[in-house]
């Protein structure tokens, strides 16, 4: 893998690696919140010899610089589009994990035609549904947030939110306005209208994008096909690695 910086016409660095086989079928890798390119190259080098590889540090993560803007999903798929359009890559599947996969869900949406075949891993294109016990917990977070602004230091609010915040909320120094835009997203309405075939691989016990997700995108995306990886977690490539062959055969064939 080739490591490689591209500069956008808005002047941000993305940076990306390549194993440069320009002769073969494209699949572009785009990994979760607060990961980077690199949390993947488990999956991705197996298939080095058969694809070309192209994994991305999304816009904000690992050497790619932040948006200049709070950003959502939607710009973030632009982005990584254009992206594309520029290094010459008109043809390409796209291989998405958790936030990733929601950004591959939008290119495939609005670029149809550039885009042949979606792998989704636990990604997160619908808004999570929450229980009473989380909203009585929001409550609790919010009120005590309410008296911290009130009476307490920014260093000891900083300190708390990062103690009682989300896993994911704790990996966003810097990104946070993009996180909250991001967690707010939902798009169960564009599901039916995605043109290409889709694979999902989802994890049993998956707690951030719960298997229902999963669920439900398999009966509302027009040509999709899944597999539940027993006792999986959000990272599923873990526990089981059958996802190389897959996506072999799914792209290939």
């Not at 320009?22 to 990994?31: A, G, M, R, Y």
């Amino acid at each position: 893998m080739v490591e490689k910086k591209y500069v956008t016409p808005d002047g941000r660095t993305l940076s990306y690696c390549d194993n440069e086989a320009f002769e073969k079928k494209t699949i572009v890798f785009l990994h979760g919140w607060g990961c980077n390119k690199e949390n993947l190259r488990g999956v991705y080098l197996p298939l080095c010899d058969d694809l070309r590889i192209i994994s991305v540090d999304l816009p904000g993560f690992g050497e790619s610089e932040r948006p200049k803007e709070t950003w959502g999903s939607l710009e973030y798929a632009k982005d990584i589009a254009a992206f594309l359009k520029s290094c010459g890559v008109e043809k390409y599947s796209l291989f998405g994990h958790s936030f990733g996969g929601k950004i591959a869900f939008l290119i495939a949406y609005v670029y149809p035609h550039n885009v042949e075949k979606l792998i989704l891993m636990s990604a997160n294109v619908l808004r999570n549904r929450h229980g009473f016990d989380w909203y009585l917990k929001v409550g609790c977070y919010k009120l005590t947030k309410f008296f911290m602004n009130t009476f307490c230091s920014a260093e000891k609010i900083e300190k708390w939110k990062k103690h009682f915040g989300s896993e994911d909320y704790k990996n966003s120094e810097g990104m946070r306005d993009i996180l909250v835009k991001e967690v707010n997203e939902d798009f169960s309405s564009l599901l039916r209208q995605i043109e290409v075939p889709v694979f999902l691989y989802w994890g049993e016990k998956d707690a951030e994008t719960p298997i229902w997700m999963a669920n439900k995108l398999k009966r509302m995306l027009p040509d999709s096909g899944i597999f539940i990886v027993n006792n999986g977690t959000h990272y599923p490539f873990l526990q089981d690695m059958r996802i190389v062959s897959i996506i072999k055969t799914f792209i290939l064939n």
